[in-house]
């Protein structure tokens, strides 16, 4: 199927600085006060090193080429360890009319802050890409969520060893518990591929109107439906690379997989696609979606806080971001897919998603329910 836009094929270093002082800058500095009269926009990441390098290394730097006078300050949260340590600082900045130490940010827990009416409102008219964004995306997001980019989690496999790779879960499982040691994930709270891996699992079994209800907001009541889903997890440890043992972070994975200690593994399809370009996956290594259920992809949203000293700064940063060079710059830097219309995009770029399947993508659980899940999944997964 064709897509209009990447987001409509969806739709289906580190910042423990940050705890929570060393990226808050003086409203002074964040208003343009001082030498030279710089506006500073800080970007506060919560994420893997792929999105800090996509600010700090290309859109940071384009947009002060093109904004003299403008400096981007990005931070970084590696993992979104302190997810809800920023959120309770993000939540105490609103309260007190306080800045909350950052202008924009780009992480997972940006619709909760939304729905917690912790971000500045946004709409086409102070946006201009929300126009051309399908309107459950930009919905999924909240009152005050951009999307910007997305991606999808996909399976990778090393064709030496895997000349034929499962097509769905069930398919996957039986081929776990068939080559002892050759797969793996990380922990889900370390990164979302293994997050992804996970919630597929617990998926297997949970009612399709539960799901639904999980994925939109919190209920600690539906978690019971994840108890199967624990239980088949727990289950793989003696099959898993290191038996029960599991890599930190998306990287870590990345890195067995061109090493050849594993012959397969969920990954992010930015972050491989990347590798793959340039030579840190051997291309051997190829990706493929599975179904039954599929992995989860969805987008991802930047949030302007309630309380920034530096509104205006911010909305010009993500409505610069949002123009269509930028918007290739995220295809080409990360393999991401872009939020606006692919017809706005190169020709050359084009063509990188004009088969996009937009069946096999689903939405991942509401960021609380998330939270509950990465929890429970230390205390009933890992170990022997």
Not at 277 to 303: E, H, M, R, V, W
Request: aromatic content about 8%.
């Amino acid at each position: 199927m064709k897509l209009r836009t990447a987001f409509g094929a969806m739709a289906a270093v580190t910042a423990a600085a940050l705890a929570l002082s060393g990226c808050a800058q003086s409203s002074t500095a964040a208003k343009g006060g001082g030498a030279g009269d710089v506006k500073t926009v800080r970007v506060f990441i919560s994420g893997d090193t792929n999105i800090q390098k996509l600010w700090a290394n290309s859109l940071g730097p384009a947009f002060e080429k093109a904004n003299p006078g403008y400096k981007v300050q990005v931070t970084l949260d590696l993992h979104g360890e302190h997810d809800a340590q920023t959120m309770a600082k993000l939540a105490a900045s609103v309260a007190q009319k306080k800045d909350p130490g950052f202008d924009v940010v780009d992480g997972g827990f940006v619709p909760k802050a939304s729905t917690a009416n912790l971000l500045d409102p946004v709409d086409s008219s102070k946006i201009s890409a929300l126009a051309d964004i399908p309107a459950d995306v930009v919905k999924a997001g909240g009152t005050g969520g951009i999307p910007y980019r997305g991606s999808s989690v996909l399976l990778a496999y090393d064709t030496k060893t895997v000349p034929a790779p499962p097509k769905t879960l069930d398919d996957l499982l039986a081929w776990i518990k068939a080559h002892p040691g050759k797969f793996t994930y990380n922990s889900p709270k370390s990164g979302g591929s293994g997050g992804s891996f996970v919630a597929t699992v617990l998926d297997k079994y949970v009612p399709a109107d539960a799901r639904q209800k999980m994925t939109v907001g919190y209920d600690k009541g539906l978690e019971s439906n994840w108890n199967q889903g624990f239980a088949t997890l727990h289950g793989l440890n003696p099959y898993v690379y290191q038996k029960g043992v599991y890599p930190n972070g998306n990287q870590q994975v990345l890195d067995l997989l061109a090493n050849g200690q594993i012959s397969m593994a969920p990954v992010w399809s930015d972050m491989f696609t990347t590798a793959v370009a340039n030579g840190a996956i051997p291309s051997t290594i190829k990706s493929t979606q599975i179904s039954d259920p599929s992995f989860t992809g969805g987008a991802a949203y930047l949030g302007i806080p309630a309380n920034s000293p530096s509104k205006d700064a911010a909305v010009k940063l993500v409505n610069f971001v949002e123009q269509p060079e930028q918007q290739a710059m995220i295809v080409k830097d990360i393999s991401g897919y872009p939020a606006i219309s692919i017809d706005k995009l190169p020709q050359e770029l084009q063509a990188k998603f004009a088969n996009a399947d937009t069946n096999n993508l689903r939405k991942g659980y509401f960021d609380s329910m998330s939270k509950d899940l990465n929890q429970l999944w230390d205390q009933k997964v890992p170990g022997k």
